[in-house]
Nanobody, 127 residues
Framework: QVQLVESGGGLVQAGGSLRLSCAAS????????MGWFRQAPGKEREFVAA????????GYADSVKGRFTISRDNAKNTMYLQMNSLKPEDTAVYYC????????????????????WGQGTQVTVSS
């Protein structure tokens, strides 16, 4: 079993920054690809960013490319999402997830490819 706990969400003005963290426990996630998804009110959950087990490969949704950066520290069993130049449309609950893939450099962008999820952290961007 893997437990994922997100933190770092909050209220920020447009143009501001936040750094989300995802701490894993119960079993090491260092060999697995990881990802971030988000869900806004009335919308479906959508892919945000993903990172391979090594950290060498990353992928981003077009809507966040150039503004968000995903990273991981396998020694700490923790993944991060640095969010800069935030926009009101980034407002959502952000979820971290562990992919089914391990030791793969192919990052996954669909929720189907992830099997463990955190409880989510709210990010609200005011205009």
């Amino acid at each position: 079993q893997v437990q994922l706990v997100e933190s770092g969400g909050g209220l920020v003005q447009a143009g501001g920054s936040l750094r989300l963290s995802c701490a894993a426990s119960g079993r090491t996630t260092s060999r697995y690809n990881m990802g971030w998804f988000r869900q806004a009110p009335g919308k479906e959950r959508e892919f945000v960013a993903a990172i391979s087990w090594s950290g060498d490969s990353t992928g981003y949704a077009d809507s966040v490319k150039g503004r968000f950066t995903i990273s991981r520290d396998n020694a700490k069993n923790t993944m991060y999402l640095q969010m800069n130049s935030l926009k009101p449309e980034d407002t959502a609950v952000y979820y971290c997830a562990k992919a089914k893939d391990y030791y793969s450099e192919y990052v996954r962008t669909t929720a189907y490819d992830y099997d463990y999820w955190g409880q989510g952290t709210q990010v609200t961007v005011s205009s």
